[in-house]
């Protein structure tokens, strides 16, 4: 109960599912495949001669299988915080949470911590794969320490991004376009601060991405020099990433009741609100929103000014529209200029 009774519940009824299982076993033989198949390749392409061969595949295999699966929990575990509220509003049961006696942090906590139990799950059924890779030679077990300290803060992160994108917006397939926009910016910001000649408080540019950016951290946490070099290039992302996802997590406690129910639920409630009623004592027709009485209680006898103008509807008024109004919003102007 330290989270709260939404991430407990997920941690007891998580187990009995099959899909539970199926999850961690197919990550786990998947990458044992990896390992597999990248061996018979090596076996079957050179002569194996010496220690120094094997150590030499083994660093090579773990600077690749390292960032494999930092690109795989990082779309996952924001992808599913996600997925968890986005479904909760699509099936209007997150009105019911917000009615309960939970805390907004116990909800919001409660949600993303259950969002990614999976992914933990799927971390400590990889870690034991990882140390076999240190038989092979050329990597030690603090490398594997630090490749996992960093895929963990950089879930955590985008954890919390994708349950803040979810609580803000009202539909699933914004929530998720918005997610993999914010990921992908955020790599690739960082990556073109790395390329340029700026200078931040005496660090260079490289530093200060390194620092920012999971994928140059992972490949200095899987790299040789991480066991000497861990506190100047994997340290300060860890601090970056649990800060960042702390500073998300804040927001979406302080504004979670806010921007739910969403604009739809407050308006129709504002609309049966604004409705016609009849007084039961004087027996007279109250009026609506307008100040226009309403004798029928019904939405004909409604009286509005509708706008004289119109345009021309083309004969095919789907296309007419999509081209000539504006179906989506302005959003898809800048939605545009995104992609």
Known sequence: MLIGPVFTREAVVSPRRVRHYIMRSVYGLSLLLLICTAWMILNGTQVIQNVGDMSRFGSLLFQILAPLQLSLILFLAAMSAASNIAIEKDRQTLVLLLMSR??????????????LLNVGVMLLTSLPIFMLIVLFGGTSFSQVGWTF???AATAFATGSLGALMALWREKTFQTLALVGIAILFWIGLWEAVAL?????????AEQVAGSASPWRAILAASGPSASRNWSGDVLPFLIVAVFSGAILCLIGIWKVRRWNPNRELRSHDKAEKSAVEIDLFTGQVATDATGVANTGMHVDDRSRIANLRS????DNPVLWREMCTWAYGKKIIFIRMVY
């Open 311 to 314: 345009r021309e509807v083309w």
């Open 196 to 204: 340029s000649p700026l200078q931040l408080w005496g660090l260079s």
């Open 102 to 115: 939970l805390s907004n942090s116990e909800l919001v906590l409660g949600k993303l911590f259950a969002s």
């Open 149 to 151: 300290a960093v895929t």
